[in-house]
């Protein structure tokens, strides 16, 4: 991939770029908790340091505070020194039942080191798989494929189980409440969105959002979880009516990354610990959205819509998000503005 294009950043407060895919992982943030805990406080920059460099741990500091909500069984996080614990770590892995996460892959260049690592392997499908687009789509400049949901030739049995699979949380208003929408209330409605996916099992949630991102990554998922709206489940309009849909890409990526902006960077721990050298930061996320489900893999070491019809479609960039609980922050967060990250498809002979 294109790093100009597609970035896998460190800490959620990390800032959008124009025209530039924005991916995080909550393996780094658990990472650097467990680190933090290991040396007795949360890393700061040494006097010194650049400005990237110290706001960089800032946001990783935040991160790992609110990782503590993360309590998802899924997530194998250690941290310790030397061989001795590499041997652990592996052996940790193994009683998961989870292989090695790529962060590893080049982990005996510091073997005597200090590490911290996370990991989380995640699989999660819909009961009903939702309607596959045959034909290319385009979205975000790119023609692509894509899923999604409306009223066809599937059986009455399937489309409303399929239904009850997509909540829209946001527009949900009823014909009343329509007609007194005004000035940027009525802008949002006619171009914002927020679905649900509803995942076999609920344990986890899975939301898509159309909306205007913030400065951040980390402000763009809050302003789409202020969409979220409380019994959108049971909102006369929170599924799709016949003649409405919902339609968005097939998303398939898996980058590994180093966080090159802390390399060999001079930290120490709060506790006034004396003064340490990072070596390698190393960052992996693997993630797919289809039809039948999701997925996601992640490690991460340190060394146009009226009122109703309504059309929800991810033409525009839009935003991934992927909560665990009720932890303060998502397992993943994906800002999505170019094709990159995207099944392709050949462009139509209609626009050649």
Known sequence: MNP?????????????VDGE???????LAVAWRELAALLGGGLVAAEGSSAAVSAWLEGMARDAVAAASLQDPAIVARAGSGR????????????AGLEAGAALSQVDRWAGGFHAYAQFDKAV????????????????GSWVESFGLERRQQSEEVWQAQREQLVVHYPCYDDEEAETLEGEELYRAMNDFLVELVLDGREDRLFVAS??????????????????????????????????RFRMPIVDLDLLVEHAIVAGARVSARSDEPLALLGEVIQHLAFRLDE???????????????LPPRALDCVRPFLIFWLSGASE???AALWIENGEVMRRMPTPDFVR
């Open 292 to 306: 039948g489900g999701a997925t996601v893999r992640s490690s991460a070491r340190s060394s146009g819509l009226s």
């Open 329 to 331: 922050l998502p397992l």
């Open 84 to 95: 001795a614990f590499l041997e652990e770590l592996s052996a940790a892995l193994a009683e």
């Open 21 to 27: 895919n924005l991916l995080w992982s909550a393996s």
């Open 125 to 140: 499908r819909f009961a009903v798989p939702f309607e596959k687009e045959e034909r290319p789509w385009y979205s975000c």
């Open 211 to 244: 909306l205007r991102r913030g400065a951040t990554l980390r402000e763009t998922v809050a302003k789409a979880r202020s969409m979220m709206t409380e019994g959108a489940l049971r909102h006369p309009r929170g599924h799709l009516a016949a003649g409405e």
């Open 4 to 16: 100009s294009s597609t970035r896998l950043c460190g800490p959620l407060d990390s800032p959008h």
